[in-house]
């Protein structure tokens, strides 16, 4: 809404029609702001902090199973935003829509990948504090690796990647500290690490959920970097303006 519509609806609608129209037009122009950007932000970094360290006390009894974690939600998750929730996303332009949306399921499917295959060898089973503490910081140094090196042979820009990647470290630096403390916690012990594991799959989820959440604002981080980049859906290009 511009100021000359404010104007029009004065004249037209009064004094309380103008007060409406001015705070729609005084909202959305908040919205749109860079500060209003970076409060949303560092709000959601809060929150998610708040509900990761809130899971890690939501664990329920002794009483956690093999099938517990083969089946765990996270899996189903991310199936949920794989397949059903990230190809509804809708960005600030087409070009910016089709590489963001590629980038997460890249980011989705590979951890899919990667968890999978660490609790289907069941390795972890066997294993005492340190070395679940080392091997979970290998799985999750190799699934970071894994996703940036497939976005960029997708044709992913740097820039993207590198956003993405500056708006997650804090985040997984907050998971690698509570992965190590559940790790190393005599609370957390069972038999064949089947709580340790089930408790640490509960953060992991909540990094997904970050970096999904998180994905708008990075995205409308980017100033510039995109403009004349172009790629091809469905036989047809899309140029970033």
């Given at each position: 809404?511009e100021?000359?519509d404010?104007?029009?609806?004065?004249?037209?609608?009064?004094?309380k029609?103008?007060?409406?129209?001015f705070?729609?037009?005084?909202?959305?122009?908040?919205?749109?702001?860079?500060?209003?950007?970076?409060w949303?932000?560092?709000?959601?970094?809060?929150?998610?902090e708040?509900?990761?360290?809130?899971?890690?006390?939501e664990?329920?009894?002794?009483?956690?199973?093999?099938?517990?974690?083969?089946?765990?939600?996270?899996?189903?998750?991310?199936?949920?935003?794989?397949?059903?929730?990230?190809?509804?996303?809708?960005?600030?332009?087409?070009?910016?829509?089709?590489?963001?949306?590629?980038?997460?399921?890249?980011?989705?499917k590979?951890?899919?990948?990667?968890?999978s295959d660490?609790?289907?060898?069941?390795?972890?089973?066997?294993?005492?504090q340190?070395?679940?503490?080392?091997s979970?910081?290998?799985?999750?140094?190799?699934?970071?690796w894994d996703?940036?090196?497939?976005?960029?042979?997708?044709?992913?820009?740097?820039?993207?990647?590198?956003?993405?990647?500056?708006?997650?470290?804090?985040?997984i630096?907050?998971?690698?500290?509570?992965?190590?403390?559940i790790?190393?916690?005599?609370?957390?012990e069972?038999?064949k690490?089947?709580?340790?594991?089930?408790?640490?799959l509960?953060?992991?989820?909540?990094?997904l959920?970050n970096t999904?959440?998180?994905?708008?604002?990075?995205?409308?981080?980017?100033?510039g970097?995109?403009?004349?980049?172009?790629?091809?859906?469905?036989?047809?290009t899309?140029?970033?303006?």
């Amino acid at each position: 809404m511009e100021m000359q519509d404010l104007y029009t609806m004065l004249e037209k609608y009064g004094i309380k029609g103008f007060i409406f129209g001015f705070l729609i037009f005084l909202g959305r122009t908040l919205i749109k702001s860079k500060w209003f950007s970076e409060w949303w932000s560092k709000s959601t970094d809060k929150f998610i902090e708040f509900f990761m360290k809130r899971k890690v006390k939501e664990i329920p009894g002794n009483e956690i199973s093999e099938s517990d974690i083969l089946n765990h939600d996270i899996f189903n998750y991310i199936d949920f935003w794989t397949y059903s929730k990230v190809p509804t996303f809708q960005f600030s332009t087409d070009y910016r829509t089709i590489i963001f949306k590629k980038y997460l399921t890249i980011f989705l499917k590979s951890y899919k990948r990667d968890l999978s295959d660490y609790v289907q060898s069941k390795a972890y089973q066997n294993m005492d504090q340190s070395q679940l503490w080392k091997s979970l910081l290998e799985l999750i140094n190799k699934t970071v690796w894994d996703y940036e090196r497939e976005c960029e042979e997708s044709g992913i820009p740097k820039i993207i990647i590198l956003k993405m990647k500056s708006k997650n470290n804090d985040t997984i630096t907050l998971t690698i500290d509570l992965i190590e403390s559940i790790s190393n916690s005599q609370f957390y012990e069972s038999e064949k690490n089947f709580l340790k594991m089930y408790s640490i799959l509960n953060i992991l989820l909540s990094i997904l959920e970050n970096t999904i959440s998180n994905s708008q604002s990075v995205c409308n981080s980017i100033n510039g970097q995109l403009k004349g980049l172009s790629v091809m859906e469905n036989g047809r290009t899309y140029t970033e303006p």
